[in-house]
């Protein structure tokens, strides 16, 4: 039986006192959740006092991004042992954003998702594809490529606390879902391809999340879907009620 995730990508929003108010304010109204894992994952600057703040609390913290190595002359970067030491147990790989702003190849996801594991913390590998793409009937064409990259060189083993998220970039901020039924079209595919790749023992352990314009209303329909075990939220996670009411409404 995998565990519902439902994880907060706050981007690049919120200034020091807008973080505390949102995290104070999620550790409030989420305090009673045991059956679902809650993960928040705000910008590198507000990592400590996220911390200090949900400590001792069902809500977990993430970092958007990473870089793959674990010191050196990379100005502007932070390595996996520094978010270790701000008390991150999550780290978000190969979000679009990163991929197309930042030219994040499959090679760099890949490092990237290894130097998390290394560390002991969870990836949280992110694929999806473009509607150009979708247009083109190319879906699982890129989605394999993306897969067979991010996880080159990986073993069963390296896969143990990995999760994905399957996040169609026409429906990241756009207002667009994927229905119920593209998303769950894909996420099955996703987990053909861990049994054929790897095996069933991953296949049906890995969590696979949903992204793309996840709100409180279409929650439930995407969560009842046999193979769509959470969501990664992007807009709906910068404000307490729609990210708890998200949190609730996946509640079996
Ligand atoms: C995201 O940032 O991963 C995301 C899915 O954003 P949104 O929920 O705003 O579409």
Redesign the pocket.
Known sequence: MRKILIAG?W?MHKTSQEAVELINGLKRELADIQTVDILVCPPFTNLSEAADIIIDSNIALGAQNCHWEKEGAFTGEVSVPMLKSVRCTYVIAG?SERRKYFAESDEVVNKKIKAIKDAGLKPIFCLGETLEEREENKTFSVIETQLTGGLKDLKQDDLKDLIIAY?PVW???TGKTATPQQAEEVHSFIRKLLKEKFSSIVSDGLRILY????KPDNTKDLINKEDIDGA?????SLKVDSFSQIVKNSLG
Do not use: D, F, M, R
């Open positions: 990508n981007k979000h996040e429906a990241i901020g992204g793309g314009s996840v990664l939220v992007g807009g709906a």
